[in-house]
């Protein structure tokens, strides 16, 4: 066996400067001779078999560490005084440095990045990626109260001041077009042409300096104009109706949730379902409407899955559509045809508003300069918010935690989902409300964000990556041993005792809660 592994190896005929030596003789040299054993070994010349001389890596300028050999202190010590840097206390222990004492040493990312990297290619075992992450089998609900910030306030002012100052920017933008639309009734009543009414009003509007269509002397071209007047008040027309509707559909809600679920029916989870439809999905929407919300349906990166969706739960008198025949198809066409009306329509509220933005930013005498910057605004406010991404980056962690390997909602799934936020509601409404601290009740459930909900999912830990890997200073160091590190600054270790007191404590408080609760 031993013949056979020195024959692999294309050292050994180098030694005997013949690619025909014997092995049984190979064998017994590198069983008795020790010398001959340590040439073995060497990588050799083509001719004569001497053993080539190796010469150091050139990115390496310090002497070859033996395997398991350290840095010592007094090594670093000299490294740091010739950099002219103070040297570290001396009950520092160097072995047990702390990954973010390591980066304020000098160290990248990348370092640590490569260091792991070698570390897991060495080892050859199965790694866990994720020793520092374990979900919270209670949802993290108990941990609601310590998620709460002062700056709360001041976001849920934001989004609440933002939604008021949309509507009421879009509404007075609208409302000079739609005035158009009110005066030349008469004139297409008298015409009996639509397209007519409108050409005669802009006629009008063009004489008029101060009018809002005064931009269409600019338009040469009859058909032109006639069409962007009718986008325009067809634009106007949905943002105002959408607007009503956004508006009664809140004081809806609001009235859900304080009659407790209905007026007759009376149910705890329909009531907290409402609220939190309000607070995650309504007030951010009227914060962001207009026309250029329907882009949200034909953006790219969510029309694929929405589409799998729609088809998963759609019904068709009753029944789901994959049961019946040509359901499929049915649900596809409608989910297209439905789609490209979104397009459209954000795309002529697009045009428009552009046009309408740039007559008014550039005529300050149709408006007030101060009034035209803040279209502008509510247009740039309205464009920034076509997708809410806060809405995103929350379905997302809930596909991740309850959707399972394969990426899509079942309906026990779903239904979960809407189970935990409605008790998210509940809990913060307990905690605060309850209590007596209303504003901060309202500020929360405004302000419940993706930071809040991974912190309430994913239990607390004080694990380090790069110790749990047994990465530290030495194999950082190889990784760079170029890196102009600087003193290591004291870092107090978290006591472990303290953390399962802590985490015990926690616990029990928990636990008493829950009890007082039954109990009441």
Not at 336 to 346: K, N, Q
Not at 393 to 406: A, M, S, V, Y
Request: net charge negative; with cysteine.
């Amino acid at each position: 066996a031993k013949a056979q592994r020195l024959k692999c190896r294309s050292r050994a005929p180098c030694l005997l400067g013949s690619p025909v030596a014997n092995m049984a003789t190979v064998a017994a040299m590198a069983e008795n001779d020790a010398e001959t054993r340590v040439r073995l070994i060497e990588p050799c010349d083509e001719v004569g078999g001497r053993p080539r001389e190796r010469k150091p890596r050139p990115h390496s300028t310090k002497p070859q560490k033996k395997a398991g050999e350290t840095m010592s202190k007094s090594e670093i010590d000299g490294i740091l005084a010739k950099k002219g840097k103070k040297p570290p206390p001396e009950d520092m222990d160097m072995d047990a440095l702390t990954t973010q004492q390591l980066v304020d040493m000098g160290f990248s990312i990348n370092d640590l990045a490569e260091a792991m990297f070698n570390k897991i290619v060495g080892e050859g075992k199965p790694v866990n990626y994720f020793p520092h992450v374990n979900l919270d089998r209670e949802g993290g609900l108990p941990k609601i109260e310590t998620l709460w910030t002062s700056q709360k306030h001041l976001w849920s002012t934001l989004a609440v001041g933002t939604a008021i100052f949309n509507v009421v920017v879009l509404v007075h933008l609208n409302i000079s077009i739609l005035h158009c639309l009110c005066e030349s009734l008469e004139t297409v009543v008298q015409t009996g042409s639509l397209t007519a009414g409108f050409a005669k009003e802009a006629d009008e509007a063009k004489e008029s300096k101060n009018s809002n269509l005064s931009m269409l002397s600019n338009i040469r071209d009859a058909g032109t104009e006639n069409t962007f007047i009718f986008l325009a008040l067809a634009v106007g027309a949905l943002e105002c109706g959408g607007v009503v509707i956004l508006l009664l559909r809140t004081l809806q809600l609001v009235a859900t949730f304080m009659l407790n679920g209905g007026i007759w029916d009376k149910s705890e989870f329909v009531a907290y379902t409402a609220i939190d439809r309000l607070n995650r999905i309504y007030v951010p929407l009227i914060g962001t409407f207009s026309a250029l919300k329907l882009a949200v349906y034909i953006h790219p990166s969510l029309i694929f899955g929405e589409l799998l969706m729609e088809i998963d739960n759609a019904l068709i008198c009753g029944k789901p559509a994959r049961s019946r025949k040509g359901g499929v198809a049915f649900v596809v066409t409608k989910f297209v045809v439905f789609r490209l009306i979104c397009l459209f329509t954000a795309l002529a509220a697009f045009g428009t508003k552009c046009v309408i933005i740039a007559w008014k930013l550039t005529h300050p005498v149709v408006d007030y300069g101060w009034q035209a910057w803040l279209s502008a605004f509510a247009f740039l406010n309205c464009c920034i918010g076509a997708v809410t991404l806060e809405t995103q980056l929350q379905d997302r962690i809930f596909l991740f935690i309850f959707g399972g390997e394969d990426s899509q909602y079942q309906a026990d799934e779903l239904a979960m989902v809407n189970v935990f936020r409605a008790n998210a509601m509940k809990e913060i409404w307990h905690e605060f409300w309850m209590k007596g601290e209303r504003l901060r009740a309202i500020s929360f459930m405004l302000t419940l964000d993706s930071f809040d909900l991974q912190s309430m999912l994913i239990e607390p830990s004080h694990l380090e990556i790069c110790k749990s890997m047994d990465v530290g200073l030495d194999e950082v160091k190889e990784v760079n041993p170029d890196a102009d590190i600087a003193t290591p600054t004291a870092g107090a270790e978290p006591d472990v005792d303290q953390t399962l007191a802590a985490a015990a404590e926690g616990a029990e408080e928990g636990q008493s809660k829950v009890v007082a609760k039954e109990d009441a």
